[in-house]
């Protein structure tokens, strides 16, 4: 266990101050107010000496539900005698230091979906060179672990032009039911045995929100924090100083693997250094790293640094999609931090039966240069097609989706990522489109869509010339999509089949194959829509 010691927060800075802490290169700073709980901000310093591994940069802004100098205790000592020792960091299960913070503000209502309590907040108006800025910043909260899937989800909002800005993960939210132990656990750290200085029950790992701005113009942000349906146990921000800004930007990455399998990942490719000069990877997961070194994941894969700047992901035997950060710095010392998120690969299973001009045929049948018949142009010839063997336990087993269930067409089993072709006139409404594409993880509901375990099962992927649906079991499902990098997402024996069936494929990034045929919704937008229907 760790001893308490009081991290300084300067509750009386003005909001001009504040606003100038965390605004970095690359953004000029017009105006700035602050609403709330005087005791409820704050800027804050010492952190990498006094609170190591909570707060996102030595010094920064913080915003609270309670106030803001009770995210750490300060130092004493409990018992007597000889029993006598430093008092721990973590004291209570249920810190509520309940301020005059602002109730039901109508933007923290309308983004939690219920009432807020103890908002506080800063505006602030600002010219930023660049059309793209980012903030680092840590989430710490009491509601950790016993209300990570309760309706107490104490959150943060930021809002740029108006426009709510979303976590690049999960479901898009800020709160302790998007990262917890749980859900995206690579990014969630537990403080309930005190392993950190403060007084919070768990945090996140440093993370990043990626905004649209408009360069050379005015415009605003509002960034806050708020209680969510009761005034009980207290949250806080945390933003890193200096890192509100336009000069560095880590892009969010993605990427497919094998289980078992590897694949490596430049995420350098697609990041920004307005110098223009070199940019390193000093950090996976708020870990310090060096080329050469390995990081183990929660979640149980590996990534490992290579001297080129790419990171080559180890993956376990789970079936399953996890994301982690990384931190890169320029020559100048900037910083930003990006996520990464890798998938499993879809397929098909041996057995299912696909539509070609000639009648269904048994995928495990099929053969590069078939004709298989596709939704949006017809016959096309399959390119290529791979197998894999595994026991269908756990994440690998199978989901089986019952005759009818979306449609007309037979019962049939698919890998949990492979995404079906769905058609709703609320996903218009929802998404802009009215066909959308849904993992079948995303669509079991333990009645007609399940999960079936045991035995073993094979697994049979198809690529044509670009990403297509076609008729399995008379359900309209998709063809297996390249993503980024996805050339380097399968063994080397693989990867040299696919590069050569596909020279066009760029082979460092993975561009140069079609975009998806349809929309993706990620697992929480599926969420959201059945949930929609449900309610219809």
């Known amino acids: 266990m760790v001893a308490a010691s009081k991290l300084s927060v300067n509750s009386n800075a003005s909001a001009l101050q504040m606003a100038q802490e965390i605004f970095g290169p690359g953004v000029q700073v017009v105006g700035a107010s602050v609403s709330g709980d005087s005791r409820s901000s704050g800027v804050f310093e010492g952190g990498d000496t006094v609170a190591p591994g909570l707060t996102p940069a030595d010094t920064g802004v913080i915003l609270s539900t309670g106030r803001a100098d009770s995210v750490t205790n300060p130092a004493g000592t409990v018992g007597k005698g000889w029993n006598t020792r430093p008092a721990d960091a973590n004291q209570s299960d249920f810190r509520s230091?309940?301020?005059?913070?602002?109730?039901?503000?109508?933007?923290?209502?309308?983004?939690?979906?219920?009432?807020?309590?103890?908002?506080a907040y800063m505006d602030v108006d600002f010219i930023p060179d660049g059309d793209v800025m980012t903030m680092q910043f840590v989430f710490s909260s009491e509601e950790y672990p016993e209300f990570t899937t309760g309706q107490y989800q104490d959150f943060v909002g930021v809002w740029v032009n108006g426009q709510q800005v979303e976590l690049a993960v999960g479901d898009g939210d800020i709160d302790p039911g998007n990262i917890n132990g749980s859900a995206n656990q690579n990014l969630y750290v537990d403080n309930a045995n005190s392993e950190f200085n403060t007084e919070m029950d768990g945090f996140t790992v440093t993370m990043t929100l990626t905004m649209p701005v408009n360069a050379g113009a005015l415009n605003s942000i509002r960034i806050g924090i708020a209680d969510v349906t009761d005034t009980s146990y207290d949250s806080n921000l945390l933003i890193a100083g200096g890192s509100v800004q336009t000069a560095v930007v880590a892009h969010e990455d993605v990427g497919n693997v094998f289980a078992e399998g590897s694949t490596t990942i430049d995420v350098l490719a697609?990041?920004?250094?307005?110098?223009?000069?070199?940019?390193?990877?000093?950090?996976?997961?708020?870990?310090?790293?060096?080329?050469?070194?390995?990081?183990?994941l929660k979640t149980g894969q590996q990534v490992f640094l290579n001297t080129r700047g790419t990171l080559t992901v180890l993956a376990d035997e789970d079936v399953e999609d996890v994301s982690f950060t990384y931190t890169i710095q320029s020559e100048t010392g900037q910083t930003d931090v990006g996520f990464v998120t890798v998938s499993s690969i879809p397929c098909f299973v041996a057995g299912t039966m696909i539509r070609t001009p000639d009648g269904d045929a048994a995928v495990e049948s099929l053969e590069p240069g078939d004709l298989v018949m596709t939704k949006d142009d017809g016959a096309q010839p399959l390119r290529w097609i791979g197998r894999r063997g595994v026991a269908a336990t756990g994440d690998f087993a199978p989901i089986r989706i019952d005759a009818n269930t979306f449609g007309r067409h037979d019962a049939l089993f698919l890998s949990p990522l492979h995404r079906v072709l769905i058609r709703d006139h609320l996903a218009e409404l929802m998404f802009g489109e009215a066909e959308v594409l849904i993992a079948a993880k995303d669509l079991v509901n333990d009645c007609s869509v399940r999960r079936i375990e045991g035995g073993a099962v094979e697994y049979v992927h198809l690529?044509?010339?670009r990403h297509q649906v076609v008729y399995s079991a008379g359900l309209e499902t998709e063809s297996f999509l390249p993503g980024p990098q996805t050339n380097k997402s399968f063994e080397a024996e693989i990867v040299r089949e696919i590069c050569a069936i596909f020279p066009e494929i760029d082979p460092e990034t993975g561009a140069g194959?079609?975009?998806?045929?349809?929309r993706l919704l990620r697992g929480f937008e599926a969420r959201l829509l059945f949930g929609e229907r449900s309610a219809a």
């Open 270 to 296: 697609n990041d920004y250094n307005v110098s223009g000069g070199q940019l390193f990877i000093t950090q996976i997961n708020g870990n310090n790293v060096y080329p050469g070194q390995v990081i183990t």
């Open 513 to 518: 194959y079609s975009p998806a045929a349809r």
């Open 463 to 465: 690529l044509f010339d």
């Open 97 to 119: 230091t309940n301020t005059r913070g602002l109730d039901n503000e109508a933007g923290f209502n309308e983004a939690a979906g219920t009432r807020t309590f103890d908002a």
